[in-house]
């Protein structure tokens, strides 16, 4: 079913693009531009609503109480120029939402609404009892293993304190879900969660960033400006990639933690924060540590429960409940009705390592079922890269699971190695010989589709 979503912004162009945006990820969009249109627009049930602060003026707090009585469950996210931040902080205090600071790109507020729509989701009372085998969605999480159980039950366990917790695991496996489903979980749950992309951040602006300035504290400093951690108080803080901070930045981290205070850049007054910090990496921090890149008193300040997250490949249960996740998402965004996975393509996913953990599988879904044609998600509706990712493997068993006489590609004569280009032409020409140029036998055994291998051979002028 559709997300009924409604933009409050009265910046019409603004207001178009995130409309555009989301309508190609199968929302049900409607606009309002005052707050008579939005009183308006909140007689109905919404989702998920994104509302600008300037849309509520004076009244916030009966427009957004207004909202909230016809649709108790919609995930909001309230939207703000910086120098309208103070509003929208007082504003978050009214209703359960996030939090954006403009400029907002049409692409970050999709993925933004996507977690949103998935934390509202109806969720059962009790983590997954880590006996069961039986699939779960929990808060947002699906899966199927023990680990994820054990992660889900170490989670909801911290929630309710204010301990820092380091998330650690690979890119893609999920660490702002699961801080998400912290926060949800805690007594901070109707205040402000802030997330900050350390590594997206410029060096020479993290400290203005975190914890805002004084006007004419530097050049381009024309005004005060609050920082994340003001705009934070009394909720929960997001610090992704928190390896990535300067160790100039480190310091006054630590000194905001520990002291609960603040001091903007250029200014000498305190100013309380208290704020809850979740931290999350795909670094070793205490390798980091001991090569000098990160603070040993901040490490010891932050990781006080630290939560690891297993990449994808280790977990090979928690593929097919994902798998049917994703499916009926997509599904439903792009207004298919594909049914499932093919015998052959499940055996190509359950070979494949996915070095880009659950990103990648979620974006395999997606192109599966924009590219499929048939009821079920056939082998050359896979990305190429998963099919020969995993075709390396499939070439090693012959016929009736008996070993095949193959040799993974190695170095070229000299002790070159090969590109994966001239890597993959070898492959080819190799299993074209070993099966007497037999095509639709070799596109079988290299996982992919007779079009595709033609189109390979002609690529790399291989003779048949």
């Known amino acids: 079913m559709p997300l009924r979503t409604l933009i409050a912004e009265p910046d019409r162009l603004v207001a178009e693009g995130w409309r555009e945006a989301l309508e190609a990820e199968g929302h049900r969009v409607t606009l309002a531009q005052s707050g008579t249109e939005f009183e308006t627009a909140s007689r109905s049930t919404w989702d998920l609503a994104v509302i600008d602060v300037r849309v509520l003026g004076q009244e916030e707090a009966s427009l957004l109480h207004f909202l909230r009585a016809r649709s108790p469950r919609a995930g909001v996210v309230l939207t703000a120029a910086p120098q309208d931040a103070e509003a929208a902080l007082r504003a978050g205090m009214q209703t359960p939402s996030s939090l954006l600071l403009k400029p907002i790109r049409p692409a970050d507020l999709v993925i933004v609404l996507k977690r949103l729509a998935l934390a509202e989701a109806p969720v059962p009372a009790s983590t997954p009892p880590e006996g069961e085998e039986a699939p779960f969605a929990y808060h947002g999480v699906v899966g199927k293993s023990l680990a994820m159980r054990r992660v889900l039950r170490l989670a909801a366990k911290v929630a309710p304190t204010d301990s820092s917790v380091v998330i650690t695991g690979e890119t893609g496996v999920g660490k702002e879900l699961v801080a998400r489903m912290i926060q949800r979980l805690s007594p901070r749950a109707d205040r402000p969660f802030v997330t900050v992309n350390c590594g997206a951040i410029p060096d020479n602006l993290v400290e203005s960033e975190l914890f805002g300035h004084k006007a004419g504290s530097f050049t381009d400093a024309v005004a005060d400006k609050k920082g ?192 994966i280009a001239r890597a993959e032409q070898d492959l080819i020409a190799w299993t074209l010989r070993k099966l007497g140029g037999n095509q639709t036998e070799v596109a079988k055994r290299l996982g992919i589709s007779r079009s595709t291998l033609w189109r390979k051979i002609k690529e790399y002028g291989i003779t048949v």
């Open 228 to 419: 994340l951690f003001e705009i934070a108080h009394g909720g929960t803080m997001l610090l992704d990639e928190v390896g990535e901070l300067p160790l100039a930045a480190q310091v006054k981290l630590l000194r905001a933690l520990e002291d609960h205070e603040i001091r903007r850049v250029g200014d000498t007054a305190p100013i309380r924060a208290d704020v809850r910090v979740l931290a999350a990496t795909n670094r070793d921090l205490a390798e980091d540590v001991r090569q000098g890149r990160f603070r040993e008193d901040l490490w010891f300040r932050l990781n006080v429960v630290q939560i690891h997250l297993p990449a994808l490949r280790d977990r090979p249960e928690d593929v097919p409940p994902l798998l049917l996740h994703f499916l009926a998402d997509a599904n439903r965004r792009f207004g298919k009705n594909t049914a499932g996975f093919s015998p052959e393509a499940l055996s190509v996913i359950g070979r494949y390592d996915f070095p880009g953990n659950i990103r990648e599988l979620r974006n395999l879904v997606e192109h599966a079922v924009v590219m499929a044609d048939h009821q079920l998600v056939r082998i050359e509706d896979l990305p190429l890269q998963v099919v020969t990712g995993a075709s390396r493997d499939r070439l090693l068993t012959g016929p009736a699971g008996r070993p095949a006489p193959a040799v993974a590609p190695g170095p070229e004569p000299g002790g070159e190695f090969k590109t």
